[in-house]
């Protein structure tokens, strides 16, 4: 029962302010009618058509993304880039992204692999569970019967060989080649190319006929030889790393007989490699060049490119030129370029700014994951995402990044199988309990509210 002063404060507050209190019916209504009060807390999704991804954070439906579905419709380009600091999940969402799409029959992949420990890439284990032996190209096991790649290959067009040949002296040159210079090459080229008919023509033949060009492949020109052989002779320096130097025997003779074009999964194996030598990206233009001119085709397969450390590809103004043409060439034939990097700023601040603007602008998909504030705004600037999706990225636990899918910005936690688990995780140098750890804590992420 209220107390006398209770009753006599009531009866004052409801004469000078009116009731205090409501009182209403109950309203009796059904969830279809209730749900208008629930307004939208997601963006819509990219439909139903491809692999899945996982869950989108805030309103946990699926996530389905297929660059093939969706070009054409809802993207301009089929091209992806990844980026993020390391140990928050870019390895594992590459991974798992490949393995779904081979489950599909028209679906082909080829990964350079420049990542790995104990003597083996990271994509061995994916490789060896679908019964695939790597490419491992690996200077001193080239030079005992290892596998070889020709950039003179008669697979490979003569413009192809010629432009390729300048990408591998201009990036080891550091420079663009003078006009003297590539004349010296092209006419080098030209003459081993009538000349070396019985075989493949190999690096050794270019290195010699620079060293001793023939009189009769310039002499139409008015030039005199020994001119030819001092402009030529810097580039046959250059060459002869892959003959005689520290690259040698990957390059230095005919393309090895076995490397299997139609596999589902084509692994690049260049763990062995220096990454931050001038190595890297003389090898990725090799690779690239030679994937232009024997994989790609007309048949109607669809084709996904993906390249661990990109940023020997972007950062170079040779290899990203070539990279462009390769990009623009094979959108028309089904290929979706994939580069994984992990500062942005490695690319859009470095010698080839232009070249990687003109890439970047080809992905019309990029996934983020954690990064620190002041690199979480300088990405949010160049690649223009909203101002929600730049300050939430320095506080994204592993496993959760910011998708923009041509301006559809959304949120998505990837979500790893049990039978996928064993082949994503491959990082050696954790313990079991630490592997475990994580996992525990990934599980918990997944059953916790609103996430």
């Keep these: 029962m209220a107390s006398p002063l209770s009753s006599l404060t009531d009866s004052f507050t409801s004469l000078m302010f009116g009731k205090v209190e409501t009182s209403r019916l109950p309203v009796r209504t059904s969830t279809g009618q209730a749900q208008a009060v629930y307004l939208p807390t997601a963006a819509p999704g990219l439909g139903d058509s491809g692999v899945i991804i996982g869950r989108e954070v805030y309103s946990g439906k699926g996530y389905v993304y297929d660059p093939f579905q969706l070009y054409g419709q809802q993207l301009p380009a089929p091209h992806w880039l990844v980026l993020g600091e390391s140990g928050n999940g870019k390895s594992a969402l590459e991974k798992t992204y490949v393995l779904r799409q081979l489950r599909f029959r028209d679906r082909q992949v080829v990964v350079l692999d420049a990542q790995g420990e104990d003597g083996v890439g990271e994509w061995n284990l994916i490789a060896n569970a679908l019964g695939i032996r790597s490419i491992r190209l690996d200077p001193m096991a080239a030079r005992d019967g290892g596998v070889k790649l020709n950039p003179l290959d008669p697979a490979i067009t003569t413009t192809g060989q010629l432009s390729l040949l300048r990408t591998i002296i201009e990036v080891a040159m550091g420079r663009g080649l003078e006009e003297r210079a590539g004349f010296a090459l092209k006419a080098a080229h030209a003459h081993v190319r009538a000349t070396v008919t019985d075989r493949q023509p190999i690096l050794g033949d270019i290195i010699d006929t620079l060293r001793k060009p023939d009189m009769s492949s310039v002499e139409s ?7 030819v052989q001092s402009w030529g002779l810097d580039v046959a320096l250059v060459l002869d790393r892959l003959v005689d130097g520290d690259l040698r025997g990957m390059f230095d003779g005919p393309t090895s ?13 260049l763990s062995h490699i ?10 990725m233009a090799i690779v690239g060049v030679w994937l232009e001119h024997t994989w790609i085709r007309p048949d109607r397969r669809k084709r ?5 450390e990109a940023w020997h590809i972007i950062n170079s103004p040779f290899v990203a030129q070539l990279f462009q043409r390769l990009l623009k060439f094979g959108r028309r034939l089904g290929l979706s370029f994939v580069a994984v990097v992990h500062h942005l700023s490695d690319v859009v601040d470095g010698a080839a700014a232009r070249e990687a603007s003109a890439i970047l602008k080809m992905a019309s998909t990029r996934t983020i994951y954690m990064q620190k ?15 929600w999706a730049v300050e939430i990225i320095p506080t994204l636990s592993p496993g959760i990044a910011v998708w923009d899918v041509n301006g559809n910005v959304q949120v998505v936690k990837h979500i790893i199988t049990e039978a996928e688990r064993p082949l994503v995780y491959t990082d050696r140098a954790m313990t079991e309990e630490a592997v475990a750890e994580r996992v525990r804590a990934e599980r918990q992420l997944e059953a916790e509210p609103g996430v």
């Design 373 to 387: 504030a002041d690199e979480a705004r300088a990405t949010g600037r160049v690649l223009g995402l909203p101002r």
């Design 274 to 283: 220096d990454r931050n030598s001038i190595a890297m990206p003389i090898l």
């Design 221 to 227: 020109l008015g030039v005199a030889t020994e001119d």
């Design 257 to 269: 007989i076995g490397i299997d074009l139609d596999a589902p999964l084509i692994v690049f194996d």
């Design 304 to 308: 996904i490119f993906l390249v661990e």
